[in-house]
Every structure is written in structure tokens, then in C-alpha cells.
């Protein structure tokens, strides 16, 4: 099955040239360059944005700000990560916290200097997604204690807000007999 073509369709990695870059970002003056990038390249997520962003040493401004040398260097690191994309052999998983980060086809670079950030590196898809399958931590059980005072003490607000509209409730019917006497 082969999807019909999309109208507007975004450029892939590989097709991109520095005259449509520099074409994109003079139609969104007023967007950052990430949001330009993931909405208009096929492929590119948050992630692979910011990388090429910290590649190119380009700061994530408005596109009004880009001059030609940073049009240029984003053309550039766009074209090498095109080829480290066809060149790989291995998938890096990054997580964080205990907790899935990204996939990527490439080394990550704008990741590398966060401590917090754990990166592996697998032979194949299959053995990325199972190393993430394994990594989520199971709640700890100090927060499910936290999860069952709030449960208890909602419930027993309720009980209480109840209580004080069938005394609201009793309170008017007295008064409207007052009235009614007087």
C-alpha cells in the first residue's frame, strides 16, 4: 500500500536545502526555530530539533533573528545527521530518571553533558524497546500511601459537605415554618 501523496507536505531531512531553510524561516518571522523545524521537516521531533539546534550552535530564537552563517550551519548539521541517520547501525535509548527519554538512530550530543541523562546503546529496535519496557519503575510505596490519605480524606470531606447541606437544608425548612408562624 503506497499513501497518496499530502498536500503541503513536509520536506524530509534529506531534501532540505539552505534556500529552503532560509524560505521557512522567512514565512514564520515570529516562530522559534525548533517549532519551524519539527513542523516543516518530516521526521523531526523536540529532540532532533534541539540537536541540531545545539550542533549548529544556533540559540532557539525567533526566525527573524537567523542570519545566513546560522541558516548555513543548520543546513549543515542537517545534512550530516541525514547521514548519520542512513549510516546507522545501532539504536541509542536515553532515559532519565528511570523514565524513557528518546530513540534515536545517532548519538545525541546536546545529551551527553546531563548526568542525569543514561544513554545504551543496542544492536536493534527489539532490544531498545524491551530495555525500556523493564526500566519504568514500579510506584514507590510511600507515594501509593499518599495516594490512599488523599483518597481517605476526599471521602471524608464529601461526608462532610453532605452533612452540612442536609443541615442547610433543615435550617431553611425551619425558617420558612418561622415565617410561615410569624
Not at 521557512?24 to 516543516?40: D, H, Q, R, V
Not at 527573524?64 to 545534512?79: I, S
Not at 553533558?113 to 544513554?119: G, L, P, Q
Amino acid at each position: 500500500y503506497v499513501l497518496p501523496p499530502q498536500k503541503n507536505a513536509a520536506l524530509n531531512l534529506e531534501q532540505v536545502s539552505v534556500t529552503q531553510l532560509d524560505s521557512m524561516f522567512k514565512a514564520a518571522p515570529n516562530s522559534k526555530l525548533s517549532k519551524i523545524l519539527t513542523g516543516k521537516i518530516q521526521g523531526i521531533g523536540n529532540i532532533i530539533a534541539q540537536e541540531i539546534l545545539f550542533r549548529a550552535g544556533v540559540c532557539d530564537k525567533a526566525a527573524q533573528d537567523v542570519d545566513d552563517n546560522d541558516t548555513e550551519l543548520l543546513y549543515k548539521v542537517c545534512a550530516q545527521i541525514a547521514g548519520q541517520i542512513h549510516a546507522a547501525n545501532e539504536i541509542y535509548a536515553y532515559a532519565k530518571g528511570g523514565r524513557f527519554l528518546a530513540l534515536s538512530l545517532f548519538k545525541l550530543r546536546s545529551l551527553a553533558h546531563n548526568v542525569d541523562i543514561t544513554a545504551k546503546v543496542f544492536a536493534d529496535i527489539n532490544a531498545a524497546i524491551l530495555y525500556f519496557k523493564d526500566l519504568v519503575p514500579e510506584q514507590p510505596a510511600e507515594n501509593k500511601l499518599y495516594g490512599k490519605i488523599i483518597a481517605n480524606e476526599t471521602e471524608r470531606q464529601e461526608r462532610k459537605l453532605e452533612a452540612l447541606q442536609r443541615d442547610l437544608s433543615a435550617a431553611q425548612a425551619a425558617q420558612d415554618f418561622k415565617n410561615i408562624a410569624d
